[in-house]
C-alpha cells in the first residue's frame, strides 16, 4: 500500500502553487507528501498540524507558520484513518486531531490523501473514533458514551508506557469503540464534543469542499463531497 500512498502524496503536491501557505496534517501519508513537496521545488509555508510534523517540515527547511498569522489557508493536505462515500472521515490514529480539525476547518479545500484500505461504507467499523479530554472528566464521558451511544471508551497507551497517553495538548486521549459502526457521523460530532470535559472527538463531518484522492498504481482517483457507488 505504500506505492498506492505515495501515488497520493504525488497527486496532492500537483494541486499546490509555488509560494502557497497550506495546512499540513500528521501521519505516514503526510510525511511521503512532505517528501515530495520538498523535492519538488515548490516554495510553500506550512501550517503544522502537530509536533511531529512541525520536526519532519524542519528537517525538509520548509517554513512553517501558525493560523494566528495566518487565519484562512487556501487548502490543508492529510491523511485519514477511514472514508465513507460521502466523505465523512475519522481520524486521530496518531493523537493529533484536535490540531488537525482546526487546521482542516480553517482551509477553503480539504484535500485528504489515502490508499484504498480507508474507503469504508460505514465509519466506525473496526475503527475507533479517538477523544480527547480532560482526566477527571474520564467516568462521565464512559458513562455517558456506554448509555447514549452504546459505546465502550478506552483510554490510549503507548509504546511501553501505561495509559493515559497525553496529547500535544496535554489532554487525556481516548478511543471510543461502536459495536456497529457510526450511524449519524455528522450529530455525533456534535453530540461528543458536548459532553462536558470533552476537547474535540475524530470525526470529521463539517467541511463543505473536501477533495479525496485515493492512490492507486495506475493512476489516483479523484473525488469531490462523495463517491458515486
Avoid: W
Avoid at 502537530?50 to 495566518?70: M, P, Q, Y
Amino acid at each position: 500500500m505504500s506505492s498506492d500512498k505515495l501515488v497520493a502524496a504525488k497527486k496532492a503536491v500537483e494541486m499546490v502553487d509555488d509560494g502557497d501557505i497550506i495546512g499540513v496534517g500528521s501521519g505516514s501519508t503526510v510525511s511521503l507528501f512532505i517528501e515530495q513537496i520538498a523535492n519538488s521545488g515548490k516554495r510553500i509555508t506550512a501550517v503544522p498540524t502537530s509536533l511531529d510534523t512541525v520536526n519532519r517540515l524542519a528537517e525538509k527547511g520548509i517554513e512553517t507558520t501558525s493560523l494566528s498569522h495566518v487565519k484562512k489557508l487556501r487548502l490543508t493536505v492529510d491523511g485519514a484513518d477511514q472514508v465513507d462515500f460521502k466523505l465523512k472521515l475519522i481520524k486521530g490514529g496518531g493523537g493529533a486531531f484536535t490540531k488537525e480539525k482546526i487546521v482542516a476547518y480553517s482551509s477553503e479545500e480539504f484535500v485528504v490523501i489515502v490508499d484504498n484500505s480507508k474507503l469504508v461504507r460505514k465509519l466506525g467499523v473496526s475503527c475507533p473514533v479517538p477523544l480527547e479530554f480532560v482526566f477527571d472528566a474520564y467516568p462521565l464521558i464512559q458513562n455517558t458514551a456506554e448509555k447514549r451511544f452504546g459505546a465502550t471508551l478506552n483510554l490510549r497507551g503507548g509504546a511501553g508506557k501505561l495509559p493515559p497517553l497525553i496529547s500535544d495538548n496535554g489532554l487525556v486521549l481516548g478511543d471510543l469503540t461502536f459495536k456497529e459502526g457510526v450511524n449519524r457521523p455528522e450529530a455525533l460530532e456534535d453530540e461528543l464534543n458536548a459532553i462536558p470535559g470533552v476537547l474535540e472527538n475524530g470525526l470529521f463531518t463539517k467541511h463543505k469542499n473536501v477533495t479525496l484522492i485515493v492512490g492507486d498504481a495506475g493512476s489516483p482517483k479523484i473525488y469531490q463531497n462523495e463517491i458515486k457507488a
